[in-house]
């Protein structure tokens, strides 16, 4: 599962079906609508003092998984993809990027940052809708919704849903759940999770309506037993595909397929534009029916199935054929003795016949992936074992643009590096051109444009194609006053060390590869010196460096450490001062090599340096601020009040003013940003921010001594990112409704070196970096 961070700490989503500036209140439950009173679905913020500036994404290129690709099949090089926890985006052709589609998306609906599915229009193909939302259990407060846009989604509406979406819940790879009538295009269906059935709408999306007559809610989980409601719930409905050749222009089509999540019904069909339905008779079971595909040409329904929903599961699968027009079923499996699940399955337009489907599940060695030119008779695959462990490949990797890929591995036969990929749920053949093919993996879009290279004996090429997808979640980052001008901390990836934010680094940090990196520092006196804890199943959760991040080593770590919590480096790098899960505060001096563990702190306290003395330490935890004047040896509780008890806290010592700490969090109540000038003994909370989650330090503006001070806060009622330049006296609000990027409250800094830029941290878009283009 793709961590939620600490999104749900402090976050309220407001209730009700409303669109900014309107007045509609909540739909009946089982229906859902819209007011037409705003153009753009944007999370207007109101009024509030502005500073101009330009955004950007640091380029990591990836870093997530993307469960979804559609083309439409009517406009060429028009494309979609659709991420789990980083909106959607649109394909351009003239530069080969992805341009990001959801980022005015604001902090009340961050939610909405998980798309499930996808939908392009081939009657009118301006015309694009996106299902979004996160999570189906308590982690995600709100509704799903449908939002949709006349122009390739460079604005949108959006409809709010009586009901929740699972972009980043199991069986989020199955779909596509968001399917237009391909002949009368007002009329689209929605699948939905949680035993909420199928949906309809029948004026482009606007408003939605229950079909009650389709029979099955589906009924499998991942884990019933899972309490969290995350593997438990019912993973609902998983695709509707149209056989467009039972509908003419302006009416609905006739015949539609409806894939369940049940293992015993999983595939219906209706043949009657969706007035009744039945279970498709014949079909098999005993597993799930991640997608189906229909060739209208040669009249052949494609079911790719996997024993569970997946992503990351399925220990055995199959691939049937089922003949639309005399019923029957052939088995048309690949690979007879499949260790995983199918998925990924296209139908090459240009050439009805030939289809592709992956083995998504398959971890190791690889993921697979085959192709039939005779509809299922034969099929060759990807790659093939010679004599074991020796692969022989019909492909070649090119990661040049994106070296990272190769997570640094050097592993044995028959695994190589760069691997084809894992978690294969999506792959399509654009429609247009036969020899373009793309597919999403955990980390990357990859793709191919000599496809047909695979049926005569040759080799495909296949590198990323996913420049401008950015789908990292950032849990920490750090901009030194020398050296590299940007570390980052991530989730499944690990960080990375960049020497200039507008090219993809080399590699991740390694030795160790943390799974997820959760803190870093750096000695601010000393910036060649840092460290970083993060995630780790076999070897330690802390690391080292001497050469400003350019290569690391693991140091020891204490009895009981389970996870990376917070780390803090003294200010001239001689001692460090851990936090990790798992186990109490700890110190030490050097690199490390032995672990001391604090007096007069709690467990899990959040920890930090003194930017000038290398003795002084500071702590956080359950509204109780602590400091160290002993290296972190021991700490005491300072008597300040007023700090807030509850929600996610997070604090920074400004650089080169000793004792000068910004602290910001909380929750209802006590909620916002306080300043301390005496290393934390009182503390006063700063005026006019109602809301703060973050605190970061740039360079003074001109004409200014102090800081500029950065932060994701709510000030004056309206949210977004804010600049002072007057140690907090007043604030701007430096972002627009154009870019809000869903969640922003785990990490920001300015840049020591350039006034003005700040790098802020999302939950799913990657880093994102601000230049002012005025005062």
């Known amino acids: 599962m793709r961590s939620k961070r600490n999104l749900l700490l402090g976050l309220t989503l407001t209730a009700g079906l409303l669109l900014p500036g309107t007045g509609t209140s909540a739909a009946a439950p089982a229906k859902a609508r819209t007011a037409e009173a705003s153009a ?15 955004w950007k994404n640091v380029r990591i290129d990836g870093g997530g998984f993307v469960p979804g690709i559609v083309f439409n099949r009517t406009e060429k090089n028009l494309a979609y993809a659709r991420t789990d926890i980083g909106g959607a985006y649109r394909w351009e052709q003239s530069t080969k990027t992805w341009t990001p589609l959801l980022d005015s998306v604001g902090w009340d609906r961050w939610g909405h940052t998980g798309v499930i599915s996808i939908a392009t229009d081939s009657v009118a193909p301006n015309r694009v809708y996106a299902a979004a939302g996160t999570y189906t259990n308590s982690w995600d407060p709100g509704n799903g919704a449908v939002y949709r846009s006349a122009d390739k989604g460079a604005t949108w509406q959006r409809t709010d849903l009586p009901f929740k979406l699972g972009g980043n819940m199991p069986g989020r790879g199955m779909g596509e759940r968001l399917a237009i009538d391909p002949n009368r295009n007002s009329v689209l269906y929605l699948g939905a999770p949680s035993g909420k059935g199928l949906w309809r709408s029948t004026d482009s999306g606007v408003t939605w309506s229950r079909v009650t007559a389709f029979p099955n809610p589906g009924n499998y989980a991942q884990d019933p037993s899972d309490p969290s409601g995350y593997a438990s719930d019912n993973q609902g409905i ?25 293992k015993e019904n999983t595939v219906y069909r209706s043949t009657d534009a969706g007035a009744t339905w039945t279970r498709l008779p014949g079909q098999p079971t005993g597993l799930l029916a991640h997608k189906g595909v229909l060739d209208t040409v040669n009249g052949h329904l494609y079911l790719a199935y996997s024993d569970t929903g997946g992503p990351y599961d399925g220990a055995k699968g199959a691939v049937w054929r089922y003949a639309t027009k005399s019923g029957t079923w052939q088995d048309v499996t690949p690979a007879a003795d499949a260790h995983y699940g199918f998925s990924g399955l296209s139908v090459d337009r240009r050439k009805p016949g030939t289809v592709m489907v992956t083995g998504y599940s398959s971890w190791w060695p690889d993921t697979q992936i085959f192709r039939t030119t005779d509809s299922g008779a034969t099929w060759t695959r990807a790659w093939e074992f010679t004599s074991y462990p020796n692969r022989s490949n019909r492909y070649t990797m090119d990661v040049s643009s994106s070296p990272w890929l190769s997570w640094g591995a050097n592993p044995s036969p028959p695994e190589q590096t760069p691997k084809l990929g894992w978690m294969t749920e999506a792959l399509e053949i654009d429609p247009f051109d036969s020899n373009r093919m793309m597919y999403g993996t955990g980390a990357t879009i990859y793709g191919t444009e000599n496809l047909s290279a695979w049926d005569s004996g040759g080799k495909i090429t296949i590198k990323p194609m996913v420049r401008g997808l950015e789908e990292t979640a ?3 980052l750090a901009a030194p006053p020398s ?58 959760r802390i690391a080292f460096s001497t050469d400003n991040g350019a290569n690391w080593w693991a140091g020891q770590e204490p009895s009981g450490v389970t996870g990376g919590g917070t780390v803090a480096a003294a200010a001239d790098g001689s001692r460090f001062v851990w936090s990790p899960d798992g186990t109490g505060v700890h110190t030490a001096a050097g690199f490390g090599s032995s672990w001391t563990a604090s007096q007069g702190i709690p467990a899990g306290a959040v920890v930090e340096s ?26 005491t509780a300072s008597k300040a009040t007023g700090l807030p008890t509850s929600g996610s806290v997070r604090f920074k010592a400004v650089p080169g003013r000793g004792g000068d700490i910004w602290l910001a969090g909380g929750a209802t109540g006590s909620y916002g940003l306080w300043h301390s000038t005496d290393s934390g003994a009182t503390f006063t909370k700063v005026g006019g921010v109602d809301e703060a989650d973050t605190i970061g330090f740039g360079k003074a503006a001109p004409g200014a001594t102090y800081p500029a001070l950065y932060s994701s806060a709510k000030v004056g009622g309206v949210r977004g990112v804010f600049r002072s330049t007057d140690a907090g006296a007043s ?31 999302t939950n799913g878009r990657g880093i994102v970096y601000g230049d002012t283009t005025g005062s």
């Open 238 to 262: 998983a695709w509707v595909t149209f056989d467009e050749t039972t509908g003419t222009r302006g009416t609905a089509t006739r015949t539609l397929y409806v894939g369940v999540a049940d």
């Open 40 to 54: 753009e679905a944007t999370d207007a913020a109101g009024p509030a003092a502005t500073a101009s500036y330009t």
């Open 483 to 540: 050296g590299a001008p940007l570390l980052s901390a991530l989730g499944d990836i690990g960080g990375f060390r960049h020497t200039d934010v507008t090219q993809v680094p080399s590699m991740m940090f390694t030795s160790p590869n943390f799974t997820t990196t959760t803190s870093l520092d750096y000695a601010e006196t000393n910036p060649n010196t840092v460290v970083r804890s993060g995630n780790l199943d076999n070897g330690s």
């Open 610 to 635: 003194d930017r000038v003395d290398p003795k002084k330490f500071y702590g956080f935890a359950s509204g109780v601020f602590y400091v160290s004047t002993d290296g972190g040896v021991t700490f």
């Open 474 to 476: 950032v849990n920490d």
């Open 731 to 761: 604030w701007v609000r430096i972002n627009d409704d154009a870019h809000q990027w869903g969640w922003t409250g785990a990490a920001i800094t300015g840049d020591p070196r350039i006034y003005g830029r700040v790098y802020v941290s």
